[in-house]
């Protein structure tokens, strides 16, 4: 087939250098940076305006970040699997990745039950407020990444998901990782700013 058939059999590759779902998902990364960003603003500005208690951050976070890195390292051997088109293995990093989120998601719910044991709520002081909604913020992309993640999962089960067919895992990676680096910086600033 020659160049110009090709091109006229596959016009959206001639229109879009970049697959339109991908480039919705950047679209949608840098709207979330710019969120956290104005988050972490947020606080820097109230926390020099004073009345900002200071308080200790439960260890199930410092579990939850561990956890959200080893998560990161199971997607990326999922990824990697995919390319080399070892379904088996596939199969087996979605699934650890996927108990990984969802242990992550569980970890940050006794982080708040912890939280609210030590007097530190919502409604409160300043800093107690910023912590939950920006943690909690966070835990609704990592939940959808969660859904999402179980997506590719079941396709991966059908075999939908291979090295000729690499769209889903590819964005399903970037997404994951963009939100567990994303939790290693939150919990980076929140310990910094508590």
């Known amino acids: 087939m020659s160049t110009a058939n090709l091109k006229m059999a596959n016009p959206e590759r001639e229109q879009y250098p970049v697959h339109p779902k991908k480039f919705m998902l950047w679209v949608f990364l840098v709207s979330v940076t710019m969120l956290f960003a104005a988050f972490t603003s947020g606080m820097i500005v109230r926390r020099g305006d004073g009345n900002w208690t200071y308080f200790i951050i439960p260890g199930i976070f410092t579990f939850t970040t561990i956890v959200a890195a080893l998560s990161s390292v199971t997607m990326q051997w999922a990824y990697f699997a995919a390319k080399k ?27 708040y039950k912890a939280l609210v ?8 002081n300043p800093s107690e407020s910023f912590f939950y909604v920006v943690t909690g913020v966070h835990l609704l992309h990592i939940i959808g990444g969660i859904l999402y993640l179980a997506y590719v999962l ?36 929140l310990n910094v700013l508590r």
């Open 85 to 111: 088109n070892n379904l088996q293995a596939l199969k087996i990093a979605l699934f650890l990745t996927l108990a990984l989120g969802i242990t992550f998601s569980i970890g940050q719910y006794y982080g």
């Open 117 to 124: 044991a030590m007097h530190v709520f919502l409604v409160g």
């Open 154 to 189: 079941i396709r991966s089960l059908q075999n939908k998901v291979h090295a000729g067919n690499m769209l889903s895992i590819n964005l399903c990676t970037t997404y994951w990782h963009f939100v567990g680096g994303l939790w290693i910086y939150l919990f980076i600033i």
